[in-house]
């Protein structure tokens, strides 16, 4: 049997506003979280897995809404209502908030009404299962569509907060599905969370919202997988990039800027799952005319993709649209120098972060056609300017890296932000654990 909010209300819940309560204060904290796409293999994903173990470090009950496909198996390690594509429910691929994901996707723009009624369906009676057997006291959705949208309609009686992760922006520029519906379910949220200070302008602007109503929570990476390691040695002139291999994070423009001169580079790796067939030929073919070895590893678990960062000198992120890029931190935390365009909010948010400038060289971005699509005669001008950040930060990368305090940006920290007025209960139940009073 579950216990509604009308029980949570008897045993002295307080409210905090119309329809909502907070826990008993000696009570772990419930929180569901839930997502339209696979939790994993994206960084939106990784930042909701992320995210998710640290509530539960923290001393959090969690549960997650997801869509996988059938075939997938729960890797998260956590209580998981799946919402499964390829099956009888839903007859296609798990849409994808951007358009080339590293796993077959839908793009929202080709659902047909016929298969939106089958999505909303199948999320709402999945979070309305969660819902009545998790008996959550927060609801966290990431990206600000559909989904998110959906949980604020169904009148779920306990907070409902949306994270923003710069994609479902890109969607709402993009085409017009469901995109009035979403921005009244997005006003109806009772906390909105954006990554970094130009996405929290940017949410206002979408949505005609006030600037104070929308919270900065950031960004954070596991200090005990991605750290320096002084026994691992540490490749001069070898640079390696994190993310898809897609023409949208820059990896064509980066090799192409590569084909002309080595400026000091001795290897370029590049970690991660291919967005397309049609794109992973295309970087194979550019990659062959480059005048040092290109190695392409493939998607590799967190603990690999560190060892990756350790053996590098120089971290790239060349990509055309971001929302605040998480393998950067990895990076540094693994003592990479960082080449990055210059993405709007990114260079602000890190150094106000750190509170120091970061060792890293930010590349202007070429003039943009669409969202995420550069103007192609822009690219010359890019490429060449990636090239001269890669140089003088080989160049840098010859003198001691310099002590950063990255202590302000664990998932911890991101949680804690995330769970907004429900933190203060969650260092209570700590306290009342230390203390011995609660078991």
Not at 168 to 184: I, P, Y
Not at 207 to 216: G, K, M, S, T
Not at 283 to 305: D, I, N, Q, W
Not at 404 to 433: K, N
Request: one cysteine or more.
């Amino acid at each position: 049997m579950t216990v509604g909010a009308s029980d949570r209300a008897v045993r002295g819940a307080t409210p905090i506003a119309e329809g909502h309560v907070v826990a008993d204060s000696l009570r772990p904290v419930r929180v569901l979280c839930v997502s339209a796409q696979k939790p994993d293999s994206t960084g939106s994903g990784v930042y909701l897995a992320r995210t998710v173990d640290a509530l539960a470090a923290l001393g959090c009950e969690v549960a997650v809404v997801a869509g996988v496909d059938s075939r997938d198996r729960n890797r998260l390690g956590h209580k998981l209502y799946p919402v499964r594509f390829n099956s009888d429910e839903l007859l296609f691929d798990v849409v994808g908030m951007s358009d080339t994901m590293p796993y077959p996707s839908t793009r929202y723009r080709d659902l047909t009404p016929a298969m939106l009624e089958a999505f909303y369906g199948a999320f709402e009676r999945t979070l309305r299962t969660a819902v009545d057997e998790f008996d959550p006291d927060l609801v966290i959705c990431h990206h600000l569509y559909l989904v998110t949208a959906l949980a604020t309609r169904m009148g779920l009686n306990r907070p409902v907060v949306g994270v923003c992760h710069n994609t479902c922006l890109r969607q709402l520029s993009m085409h017009d599905l469901e995109r009035d519906r979403v921005a009244e379910g997005v006003r109806a949220l009772d906390r909105i969370c954006a990554l970094h200070g130009e996405q929290r302008l940017a949410i206002a602007q979408r949505f005609d919202l006030p600037v104070a109503r929308i919270e900065v929570v950031g960004t954070g990476f596991d200090s005990r997988v991605f750290r320096q390691d002084r026994r691992v040695p540490r490749k001069q002139g070898r640079v390696v990039y994190v993310g898809k291999i897609a023409r949208k994070k820059g990896v064509m423009s980066l090799l192409r800027s590569l084909q002309k001169t080595k400026v000091g580079i001795s290897e370029l790796v590049l970690v991660g799952g291919s967005g397309s067939v049609a794109e992973r030929i295309e970087a194979r073919a550019l990659a062959e005319s480059c005048p040092f070895p290109v190695t392409f590893t493939g998607p590799l678990p967190p603990a690999k993709v560190a060892q990756a960062y350790r053996g590098s000198a120089v971290f790239v992120l060349p990509s055309f649209y971001e929302g605040l890029p998480l393998v950067m931190l990895e990076a540094l935390a693994c003592g990479c120098h960082v080449v990055c365009t210059d993405l709007p909010g990114v260079r602000p948010w890190l150094n106000a972060a750190l509170g120091v400038e970061a060792p890293a060289r930010f590349v202007p971005a070429p003039a943009m056609a669409e969202v995420d699509e550069p103007c192609e005669d822009a690219l010359p001008l890019f490429e060449d300017g990636l090239r001269e950040a890669l140089r003088l930060s080989l160049r840098d990368a010859r003198e001691p890296f310099p002590r950063l305090d990255l202590s302000m940006l664990t998932w911890e920290g991101v949680a804690m932000r995330l769970l907004g007025p429900f933190a203060d209960q969650v260092i209570a139940v700590a306290r009342a654990r230390r203390a011995g009073t609660l078991s």
